[in-house]
């Protein structure tokens, strides 16, 4: 579909967000970010490393008529490939890192497709998520020196977290997924909100490390790229059922970090490319990453809804999103994570690879290594950790204080939202060190009113990725 008149006159009336629907106000209980986003509103050996010419982002569709009609604003707004397959599903559209992205979809509420989620599987549109590609022969040298990571021992087709840090104080510019796929290939994620920030940080640190005799470091970012994340316990036996030849692909050898190229068969029997296919998520649930040239975005999301049908698999938006995140106890930049925040205060040590330890050679490595040792052992330590809450009463939303029992101010939460799972007011935030540990029982301001607060481990549910010959 291309936004014509016929399809703009059948889910017009689909694409208005009403504020006062029952289904939307429950983003405000489940997803207080999205929502506001909504109140904004309303005022590769593949295709990939064949270099095909690739779309511009497509201008903004005539404005759809109605009492909620797209502002200025959100006529600049960029779009996945995937924009008018959200349309026609009555996807929610609302302003999200600089594109129209879904909140949600007609047929279920926020709740009950994170429930979906977790029971069945669910489809997210993760398109504005920025795709680069880094090769040649200084690529792994400008990533050991940006990241924590060890890069040099990355196997080819397997990923780590890792984080993008500013030089000398080590805060985190973006967190992303680094995958290697091959000796001096690369496929790196980063995040839509930091498209801009990002850029300018590798422009000039990539420049910097050419000059300073590092080698030439080939740098290309994949727009207008589709990028799909399935997820839930039944997403092996959904992607399965499209594969082109089940056989070669052995989704069972597949495991949680690890990716392939694989051929799927789409709508019509036709078959894709090879596809980049990585497993991994951000909901804490088995699932898998796709990413998928602008020209195939509709034709394998399409494929796989069509395969699976409505009864195993549904479109799933923002807002399923978000809750399913802070339950895995994974951070949203700008939230959990930003420019004065290091690895170490943000509960992140794990991305400090063993070598790196020892032989440093990373921005900020001064920082983060006092930081890994405590004050007792020769180190800094550092002052404040991050750390997961259950809070009774009302949900305690980002910006609300922590105190401890005698009312003084030992932090602030950064996410919080209703768990639809556990059924308890989870959050997540930064306390003072010493206040950290499981069990504390601490406050939380909300509206004025102190609510009482367990220090929780995290991840809230336990993940269920698949790390061995059963999900564990």
């Not at 509709?298 to 807002?319: D, F, I, M, Q, Y």
């Not at 339950?327 to 205060?345: K, N, S, V």
Request: hydrophobic letters at 35%; one cysteine or more.
């Amino acid at each position: 579909m291309n936004g014509s008149k016929a399809v703009r006159s059948l889910v017009g009336p689909l694409a208005r967000v009403r504020p006062t629907s029952s289904r939307v106000r429950e983003v405000l209980i489940v997803c207080p970010k999205v929502y506001a986003a909504l109140q904004h509103r309303n005022a590769f050996h593949s295709s990939m490393f064949h270099r095909p010419t690739l779309r511009r982002p497509r201008k903004s569709s005539p404005l759809i008529s109605g009492r909620h009609a797209f502002t200025e604003a959100d006529a600049k707004l960029q779009r996945t490939p995937l924009y008018d397959l959200h349309i026609a599903h009555a996807g929610k559209m609302v302003p999200f890192a600089g594109y129209a992205m879904p909140v949600q979809y007609d047929d279920l509420s926020v709740g009950d497709s994170h429930r979906w989620t977790r029971e069945k599987a669910s489809l997210f549109d993760v398109g504005h998520m920025v795709q680069h590609r880094l090769s040649g022969p200084g690529v792994a040298g400008i990533l050991t020196r940006l990241t924590p990571a060890s890069v040099a021992s990355l196997e080819p087709h397997h990923s780590t977290l890792s984080c993008l840090l500013h030089p000398g104080t080590g805060g985190i510019v973006d967190d992303t997924i680094i995958t290697r796929l091959g000796p001096e290939l690369f496929y790196v994620v980063t995040n839509a909100a930091c498209r801009e920030k990002d850029t300018d940080y590798l422009s000039e640190h990539i420049k910097q490390y050419t000059a300073e005799g590092g080698g030439a470091v080939d740098w290309e970012v994949l727009n207008g790229w589709g990028l799909l994340a399935l997820q839930g316990p039944l997403s092996a036996d959904i992607l399965g059922s499209i594969l082109l030849h089940p056989d070669e692909a052995n989704l069972k050898d597949l495991y949680f970090g690890q990716s392939k190229f694989i051929q799927l068969r789409l709508i019509h029997g036709q078959p894709s490319t090879p596809l980049l296919i990585s497993r991994g998520g951000y909901t804490g649930e088995d699932g898998f990453e796709i990413s998928i040239p602008p020209d195939l975005a509709v034709s394998v999301a399409t494929s796989l809804l069509h395969s699976a049908g409505p009864e195993k698999l549904r479109l799933a938006g923002l807002g399923a999103r978000d809750s399913l995140r802070l339950e895995a106890g994974m951070c949203l930049y700008g939230h959990d994570l930003d420019d004065t925040t290091t690895p170490i205060e943000a509960g992140l040590s794990w991305t400090v690879a063993k070598d790196r330890r020892t032989n440093g050679g990373f921005h900020g490595d001064g920082v983060i290594l006092r930081q890994l040792r405590p004050i007792k052992d020769g180190g800094s330590g550092v002052t404040r950790r991050r750390v997961g809450l259950i809070v009774e009463g009302a949900p305690a939303r980002e910006g609300a204080e922590i105190v401890d029992p005698n009312g003084e101010v030992i932090g602030k939460i950064t996410s919080g939202c209703p768990s639809p799972t556990l059924k308890q007011n989870i959050a997540m935030g930064y306390i003072k060190n010493g206040h950290h540990k499981s069990g504390t029982q601490i406050g939380v301001t909300v509206r004025g009113k102190r609510r009482n607060a367990t220090v929780s481990k995290m991840p809230f549910v336990p993940s269920k990725y698949w790390k061995s010959a059963a999900p564990i």
